[in-house]
């Protein structure tokens, strides 16, 4: 498996409470990507990152921060959590972007209340 | 821009007969494409690739996919289901635009019956 590890696990929270989730790499791979996943949408790109302070917004990006300053670490906050953020958020990484394959952290569960 | 339709968001067999996922794509340009597993509570794990090699494509756990660009599908195929099959797949798409995007359909769930 790749080394990517996700924290927390789970968590629930209130509405409008800020909520940071952590994507941790051992693997050195330049790209990394929050996607959030729900019933009847797949996964949905929310940011990427393509290097250090680079990156970038995916689809559903409103309401989402990232932050990248160090390779092997990827921020998602929510600034003021809503309901509608309740999902299932996936970290993942690739080498390079586009034809490369994604590999996929285990998840984090969040529910806003 | 790129999208991709999975035929069936549900698709049930018997332990032992062959398996067919249903996956159609679109894309302005020479597409990637991949099908990648969840298992329950589980991450995504990917099953194959295409990449404008062979057309038909040899993954994991006996899993196969054929890219047919006149047709413009990659469902994906397995002789003989087995009871571990039972999981939701993805098809997806990336262009080769520089674009780092992959674009998932909204999966099919495989339900084994024994």
């Known amino acids: 498996d790749a080394g990517i590890t996700q924290s927390p696990r789970h968590k629930v929270t209130e509405t409008g409470t800020p909520v940071t989730l952590r994507c941790h790499q051992t693997e050195n791979h330049r790209y990394m990507y929050w996607y959030r996943q729900d019933p009847g949408h797949g996964l949905r790109l929310i940011h990427y990152s393509y290097g250090v302070k680079d990156t970038d917004k995916g689809e559903v990006s409103d309401g989402y921060s990232v932050s990248r300053s160090k390779t092997e670490d990827f921020l998602l906050t929510l600034e003021s959590a809503t309901s509608s953020q309740t999902s299932v958020y996936f970290c993942?990484?690739?080498?390079?972007?586009?034809?490369?394959?994604?590999?996929f952290g285990p998840g984090t569960r969040l529910t806003v209340t | 821009a790129q999208s991709v339709t999975q035929l069936d968001s549900h698709v049930s067999v018997s332990e032992g007969t062959p398996v067919l996922l249903r996956c159609n794509y679109s894309s302005s340009y020479s597409p990637s494409l991949f099908w990648y597993v969840q298992h329950p509570n589980k991450g995504l794990q990917l099953l194959l690739k295409?990449?404008?090699?062979?057309?038909l494509v040899k993954g994991i756990n006996g899993f196969e996919a054929e890219f047919k660009k006149s047709e413009t599908s990659f469902h994906l195929t397995k002789p003989s289901a087995h009871m571990s099959d039972a999981a939701e797949y993805f098809c997806v798409v990336s262009e080769d635009s520089g674009n780092e995007k992959l674009t998932f359909g909204t999966g099919t769930r495989l339900t084994i019956i024994p």
């Open positions: 993942a990484i690739s080498r390079t972007g586009g034809s490369y394959e994604q590999y």
């Open positions: 295409y990449t404008s090699a062979a057309t």
